[in-house]
């Protein structure tokens, strides 16, 4: 072999072809240093790209956070990584890098029903009238979002099962809760309430988006369709 000809990622063994692996199986599947050989591309005639990524990170000590402070001179000390290949890495590493800051906080997890009455407060305190909410959860019960549904009169408004769960297949929620006020203060769930809960809980089953909870929301306090042990 020509001494001055490189190595190609498609000349190696399969299962040291780091873009292939990646498709076949995921980029979860991939090591650090497999990642790092899909920037570099090629290797030299005596190191292939893994094995030259493998190199870098052990000089470091395999720490990736080390890595990314690397400048274009430390990079281009290896043999087989030029300004272009290094400037590939720093640049991988800086978007990861910018990727993380603006990663979003964490989900604010629903645990029962005083936070769910708290949490809508601020949208229904006194409101002269009535009002339907959502709360789209995930699978560990973190809200994803806060959802209007409907908004009525000073004694109902009018829920569309069809919306309520739209809204929930759009974003992809787990299970949800339904809220609404009672603006003349009366806590007790009215026959209409009663139904549409049921209504709801059925095609929730149907559709493995369960109702978790419905509450009747007033300025003085609230009713809890879970709590009270009616769902």
């Given at each position: ?176 809760i339904l809220i609404h006020n009672h603006p ?48």
């Amino acid at each position: 072999m020509d001494p001055n000809t490189s190595i190609k990622i498609f000349e190696l063994a399969e299962e040291d072809r780091p873009r292939e692996k990646l498709l076949l199986k995921g980029k979860a599947a991939l090591s650090d240093a497999e990642l790092i050989a899909i920037l570099i591309g090629t290797g030299t005639a005596a190191c292939s790209a893994v094995d030259l990524s493998r190199m870098l990170l052990t000089s470091v000590g395999n720490n990736l956070a080390a890595v990314a402070r690397m400048s274009v001179s430390d990079l281009t000390k290896f043999k087989g990584i030029g300004e272009v290949k290094a400037i590939s890495i720093i640049s991988a590493l800086e978007l990861g890098r910018r990727r993380k800051d603006q990663e979003p906080p964490k989900l604010l997890k629903i645990t029962g029903s005083k936070q769910v009455y708290e949490l809508m407060r601020p949208d229904l305190y006194d409101e002269p009238v009535e009002q339907v909410f959502l709360l789209l959860l995930n699978r560990t019960n973190g809200l994803i979002k806060k959802q209007r549904v409907s908004q009525g009169g000073t004694t109902a408004s009018v829920v569309d099962p069809k919306v309520v769960f739209r809204f929930a297949l759009e974003q992809g929620a787990h299970s949800l809760i339904l809220i609404h006020n009672h603006p003349s203060g009366n806590l007790q769930p009215s026959d209409a309430d009663k139904r549409l809960t049921q209504r709801l809980q059925k095609v929730g089953l149907e559709l493995e988006i369960p109702l978790v909870d419905h509450l009747i929301y007033t300025d003085q306090g609230y009713f809890s369709f879970a709590d009270e042990g009616i769902m």
